[in-house]
């Protein structure tokens, strides 16, 4: 079970939201992904008796709702609400919380936080908060770029090259991301985000040289915080260039946390630009999600010409 204590939600969006916790600052809460859940967006909402596991959010809307049943009807509802252990109410809209809302959550001691922002903005904060810090998270070896701006992530046995490759990327204008351990988190259902553990930011590791800071040596447009992962380079050891097929017809995918990610193989051998390669298959990636493809463009104009010639 994944979770985040209320405290640290607090203290992360008190700047962005402008919160102000006005009741339950000694309440020990927090924010709880059930197993049944899969993302951070389905523990904040507005108010709903029918989920009140959920950081419960009060707007403009629920208020004039509140005041149309009227105190004791909403008041019951309310209280039933706070008894199954909500995590914390959050008032929006600027607006001031009614007498009996107050006197409630310090009755049940649930935390009240107040914001000024709208209703809407704040629980689509919230979402995309809590989505990254309760999304499935995995560790994976590799060396994670950007290369003309998709996230790629170049794996491969160790010392075949990956940190030297990464170096004359980043040296071509790329940006590195992570080396070595890469940190990736699903954020969405078909999203995959890789980041670099803060211990090992900014730094590569080349064999010969030893450890490099890469923000210092190129700059602060050669270091990226966070990308999104949209291609897996594999470099392959070869033992001859007949191991590897010059023409693979099927394309390639590997999962991660359980999204399909597109995989390209390259093999390695004496004389290959790797960079340039690896240029190419992003460039050709990019292609594809355009819905060019040009291994299919050819296997169609090779069957216009068969067909052409039966006639």
């Not at 010392?159 to 992570?178: F, M, P, Q, Y």
Request: proline letters at 4%; a neutral charge; aromatic letters at 4%.
């Amino acid at each position: 079970m994944r979770h985040i204590s209320l405290d640290q939600l607090y203290q992360d969006n008190r700047e962005k939201l402008l919160f102000n916790w006005t009741v339950g600052h000694r309440a020990d809460r927090r924010i709880e992904l059930k197993a049944a859940s899969n993302y951070g967006a389905d523990v904040v909402g507005h108010i709903n008796i029918i989920h009140p596991e959920r950081l419960q959010v009060m707007g403009q809307a629920e208020y004039d709702w509140a005041m149309r049943i009227g105190e004791r009807r909403f008041g019951q509802l309310f209280i039933d609400l706070l008894s199954a252990r909500t995590p914390a109410m959050i008032v929006a809209d600027g607006l001031k919380p009614p007498d009996f809302v107050v006197d409630a959550c310090m009755a049940a001691d649930v935390p009240l936080i107040l914001s000024p922002k709208h209703c809407s903005a704040v629980i689509d904060h919230l979402r995309i908060y809590l989505s990254a810090r309760l999304a499935d998270t995995v560790s994976l070896h590799g060396v994670f770029m950007d290369v003309l701006g998709m996230g790629v992530l170049i794996t491969g046995d160790s010392g075949v090259g990956k940190s030297e490759l990464a170096l004359e990327l980043i040296s071509r204008g790329h940006g590195l991301v992570a080396d070595d351990v890469v940190e990736m988190a699903r954020i969405a259902p078909t999203t995959i985000e890789g980041r670099c553990p803060g211990m090992l930011r900014d730094f590569l590791e080349v064999r010969g040289l030893g450890l490099l800071n890469i923000r210092t040596i190129f700059g602060e447009t050669a270091s990226r915080r966070k990308m999104k992962l949209k291609l897996i380079v594999h470099l392959q050891r070869t033992l001859s260039s007949e191991d590897a097929p010059r023409l693979p017809l099927d394309a390639q995918s590997q999962e991660v946390l359980g999204v399909p990610i597109r995989k390209v193989v390259i093999p390695v051998a004496a004389g290959r630009n790797l960079a340039v390669l690896l240029e190419a298959a992003v460039r050709n990636t990019i292609l594809q999600y355009r819905g060019i493809d040009s291994m299919q463009d050819f296997v169609e104009r090779q069957a216009r010409m068969m067909s052409d010639e039966d006639v």
